[in-house]
Structures are given as C-alpha cells and as structure tokens.
C-alpha cells in the first residue's frame, strides 16, 4: 500500500487526523495492540501522542518497526520499514506538537485479523485444545501432530502460522505430509515433549514413530511443503499460478515448536491458516537449506568466528523467499549469488543480526538464479562476554550446527523456498 506524503511549510503542522494517522496504524499497531505481542497498545491517537517522545526516538534509531534487512542492499515485498519521507513526517508530527487534528475526519485503524485482501483463511489447522507450559524457568520443546481431511483437491496460495501465545513461541518449525493408506492420525498422541537439554534435533523416523505415520505397506508420509515459524514472521503469500496442493488425507506436523522460559505455567493453542486458490497450481514452490560445510565445529568461549557458505546450483531457480538463519551470537548475515556470468545479485544483508526479529523476506518480484551459480553467505559470531545477547555468562564454548535449539548449539542456515525458472518470471510480482 502506498500512501502520499505531502512536504510541510515552516507555517504548516502535520496532523494525525489528516496525515500521520494512516501510516502510524499501518507500520505500528499491527503489533502495539490488544493480543499482538508488543508491550504496549499504540492503537488510538491518544496512546500515541502520550508517548511521542520515546515514539520519536525508536522511530529516528530505526529501532522500530522492527525490521533487520538493509533495505539499500536489496528491498523486499513485505518490508515494514519506514522510507525516509515518512520517518521524518514522523519527526515532525511529534516535533511540532503531535496535534490531532480533531477538524479532520479521523483515520481507520486496519482489520488486523484480516491482514490482507485475502479475506479470512480458508482451513484452520488448530492445535484441538490448548497446551500446557510448564512454568518451570526453562525452554521446553514439543513436537505436535494435527491430522486434516479433505473432501477434495486444495491448493495453498497462501499461508500463516499464528502463534497462540505470542509472547512464548520462541520459534517452531513445520511440515505438511500426505499420509498412505491404513494410517488413522488420529489413533496416536497429539504431542510429545523433547527433553530441554536434547540435542537430537529433528528426526523423521522417530515422529512417524510416535505419531504412527508409517502406512499398511510400511511407507512414511509425503512431505508436501515445509517452513518455519520465527518471530516477525508474517502471512506468506504466492504469485498466481504458484502454491502446493495439498493432500487429502494428510498431518501437519510442527515438528519442533520451543516455548521460552516462563516462572508461571501458561497456555498456547497455535495454528495454521490457509488460503486455497481456485485453481490446481501449475507450479509448486520448492524448500533448500543451505548449511556450512563445518558441522561439528566449536566458537571456543570469548571469540568471534565467521562460517561461510559456498554452494553452487543446479537448474535454473526463481527465488521467491530468503530466511538467514543464526541464533543469539549472530551479529551479521549476508548473501549474495555470484553468476557463471560474473554478475553479482544482492540476496539478504542483515548488518545488525536481532534474534528476535527473523522474517522469510519476500522478493518483491520473483528472483532469477542463474543454473551454476555459486550461492555465497558469510555469517558473524560473537561468543564474548560483550554480546548482551549471549545466552552464556559467562560465554561457554558453542558447538555449531547440530540444528538444536538449546544454549550449547549456534547455527548458520540459508533457505530459499523457490520455483523452477521459466521464462518471464523476472517480472513476476509477489503482490
Ligand atoms: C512486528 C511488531 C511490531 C511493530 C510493527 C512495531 N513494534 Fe514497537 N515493539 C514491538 C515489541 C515486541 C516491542 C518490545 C520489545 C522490544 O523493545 O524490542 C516493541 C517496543 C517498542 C517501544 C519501546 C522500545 C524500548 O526501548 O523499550 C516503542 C517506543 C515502540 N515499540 C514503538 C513503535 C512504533 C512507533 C512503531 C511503528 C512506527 C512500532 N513500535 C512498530 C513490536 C512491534
């Protein structure tokens, strides 16, 4: 959405009725409201102008909204970032008074619920009641099982993790599987925990296991599309034409969902939202994650360490959505595709790594990938004492990549959800 900014005279003050209204509900209140996970309401124009001044700081750091992703290295679709123009309208407003404006008819704040002109989802994959934290101070892990089926062929056009309680979903990752025949999902648990000190990860045979996914004739369940929850995450979203069909009988497994520690016990009932198309998908998106090649390799206590990545493609790709990867030493990401050409395209820079403000950043056109061209990432580590975010003080050796998410375990991942080039997609808009 693009809204017209108009320039102020020294005799003129901006308004919020009139001019600053708009965008501060649409940058700001989708989280500072009722249920959206910010610590404060910022959803009127009185609890907007009782904190101009602290307003006016986040907004001039750039600390608010959050959004880590240099946006001059390379821009993307579902960018929260202020521009310029509409940083400094900001400034003035507060600058001059942070008037309301009253002669004016005052702006609407946004249907939160219904971000987007998609309407309201159409299925919900909800956990069926809501699950227990224990409030015990430590990070807990549970693997989570929700069956679906269908009466007919679906086709995903969009989609949506909605944490339950957002301030205690750390992160959660999640896979949608087709089952065979002679598998009843709903004869096993809903749920296991994982121990908080585990470190096995994620592990395919261990959940159909549990979950008894494995068919009549011992086959596992088809994994159709697969991607994570991070905080800041929001809808995601498919050009015309591109999706996943869904099966008809099938799970969704969110194979690890980490709550953080709480002191009281507390609820979460999470779930999946998803807009069909009207139409089967000619093209289906496709998931890659890319890793170093050190597996096993230790950030010893009080040092910094960069791990690469260098993996050349195969196939020509288009590029839909990028997710760097790292947990509380990170300190920069970037990554870059270097061609057979010798062109160089900008993917992601995120020169200040926030842990708690990870996205799947949405190209804002389909992104060609030229077959053979070498995906290069380069990602800082800060295992010392000064990192406020190191989740060990003293700081302790930290193993790299066993793909856990405990306080022992740093990780460096790059994943592209993409589709098989084809010609034309350079113009392809994501909205
Ligand atoms: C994606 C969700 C989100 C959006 C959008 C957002 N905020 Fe926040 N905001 C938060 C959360 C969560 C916190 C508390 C954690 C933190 O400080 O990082 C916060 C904290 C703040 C704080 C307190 C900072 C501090 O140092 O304690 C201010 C002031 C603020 N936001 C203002 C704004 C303004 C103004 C906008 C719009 C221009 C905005 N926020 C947009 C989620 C958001």
Redesign the pocket.
């Known amino acids: 959405m693009f809204l017209l900014l108009p320039v102020y005279g020294a005799a003129q003050s901006p308004n919020f009725n009139r001019d600053v209204g708009a965008l501060?509900y649409q940058?700001?209140s989708?989280?500072?409201r009722h249920g959206?996970?910010?610590?404060?309401e910022?959803a009127s124009y009185q609890q907007?102008a009782k904190?101009k001044q602290?307003?006016a700081?986040?907004?001039q750091r750039g600390?608010?909204?959050?959004w880590t992703a240099d946006t001059h290295y390379r821009s993307f679709a579902n960018q929260?970032a202020?521009t310029d123009t509409e940083k400094q309208l900001?400034l003035t407003w507060v600058a001059r008074g942070a008037k309301q404006g009253r002669r004016f008819p005052a702006p609407k704040l946004p249907n939160f619920e219904a971000p987007t002109d998609l309407g309201p989802p159409d299925l919900v994959l909800q956990m069926p009641e809501p699950y227990h934290i224990p409030g015990n101070g430590r990070h807990h892990y549970i693997a989570y099982k929700i069956p679906f089926d269908l009466p007919g062929d679906a086709y995903v056009k969009a989609i949506e993790f909605v944490p339950g309680n957002k301030a205690l979903v750390h992160h959660a990752s999640y896979q949608l599987f087709g089952t065979g025949p002679g598998v009843n999902a709903n004869n096993s648990p809903n749920f296991y925990v994982f121990s908080a000190d585990s470190v096995d990860g994620i592990d395919d045979d261990r959940d159909f296991h549990i979950f008894q996914l494995y068919d009549s004739l011992g086959r596992p369940p088809f994994s159709v599309f697969h991607n994570g929850y991070l905080p800041?995450a929001t809808i995601q979203q498919y050009p015309p034409g591109i999706g996943f069909a869904l099966p008809r009988k099938g799970v969704l497994l969110i194979r690890s969902l980490h709550y953080s520690p709480t002191p009281l016990p507390r609820s979460d009932q999470s779930s999946l939202r998803l807009w069909l198309a009207d139409r089967p998908v000619e093209r289906t998106i496709e998931f890659a994650a890319f890793k170093p090649r050190i597996a096993g390799d230790t950030i010893p206590a009080g040092e910094t360490r960069t791990y690469y990545i260098n993996i050349k493609t195969k196939g020509d790709m288009s590029l839909l959505h990028i997710n760097p990867h790292m947990h509380q030493l990170g300190k920069s990401f970037v990554a870059w595709a270097l061609t057979p050409a010798g062109d160089t395209i900008p993917l992601v820079k995120i020169p200040q790594w926030d842990f708690?403000?990870q996205e799947f950043y949405r190209y804002e056109r389909l992104l060609h990938i030229p077959s053979g061209s070498v995906i290069h990432a380069e990602a800082v580590y800060d295992n010392t004492a000064t990192n406020l975010a190191n989740p060990n003080q003293p700081p302790k050796p930290m193993l790299i990549e066993t793909g856990s998410m405990d306080d022992a375990t740093e990780m460096m991942r790059l994943v592209f959800l993409y589709v098989p080039y084809k010609a034309g997609d350079e113009l392809i808009q994501t909205d």
């Open positions: 501060l940058k700001c989708s989280c500072h959206g996970g910010a610590p404060f910022l907007f904190r602290f307003i700081e986040v907004v600390y608010m909204p959050p929260t202020l900001i800041g708690n403000w």
